[in-house]
């Protein structure tokens, strides 16, 4: 069993039942978690369209943003930034110019760098992706798409066809480096610039 908490700390004080959770099954009910989120917002946030923006984030030109989605409080966006299927940002979250972010959990202090891409992922605390790091989230070369990750030295079926990283708290992501689907790294890991992880290896 992977405890998200052992990752990113006090991940289900915001993700509420969310302890017994794999975090598969978290992304994969991500929009509907941010749609109920969005309910018990406070005044700090504006609300529109099932898109809520705290009133400190800072959101530069030509950002699309698609519903639901949650920026929370000093969160900066840069410009051309693509938001889409459900995408939570923690508090003082950054987000270079020309990022995709997919269906994906980001915490506090994290900062993503320009022209990277974040896919089906839950992203933990302090958190550096350089500029142009990818989490992937889909097998595109294998016949079977379905994910498994790699835990404890024990293949866990994910039994999705979409998946991204989990990533620990204070871990840093080299530029240009890939996190193939079904990454999970511990908190602090260290992954170089231009690395791939592959973790789980198609026989």
């Known amino acids: 069993m992977i405890h998200i908490d052992d990752f990113i700390e006090n991940f289900s004080a915001t993700f509420k039942d969310s302890s017994s959770l794999a975090p598969w099954e978290i992304t994969n009910d991500l929009k509907n978690r941010i749609e109920k989120m969005i309910l018990d917002l406070s005044a700090d946030f504006v609300i529109e369209n099932n898109i809520a923006i705290h ?26 930034a693509y938001f889409r299927e459900g995408v939570y940002l923690d508090k003082s979250v950054k987000i270079g110019p020309g990022c995709e972010i997919k269906n994906s959990i980001i915490c506090s202090e994290t900062t993503v760098a320009h022209f990277n891409y974040i896919g089906n992922s839950i992203i933990g605390r302090n958190i550096n992706f350089e500029a142009g790091s990818i989490a992937a989230n889909h097998y595109n070369e294998r016949a079977v798409k379905k994910i498994s990750v790699l835990y404890n030295s024990e293949i866990i079926e994910t039994n999705s066809d979409k998946f991204g990283s989990l990533i620990g708290d204070n871990s840093r ?31």
Do not use: D
């Open 55 to 80: 009133k400190t984030a800072v959101i530069e030109n030509n950002v699309t943003i698609k519903s639901p989605a949650i920026i929370g409080e000093n969160c900066h966006v840069g410009a051309n």
């Open 173 to 203: 992501i080299g530029a240009n480096a890939v996190l193939s689907p079904g990454t999970i790294l511990t908190k602090n890991s260290i992954v170089k610039r231009l690395e791939l992880i592959e973790q789980v290896v198609m026989k």
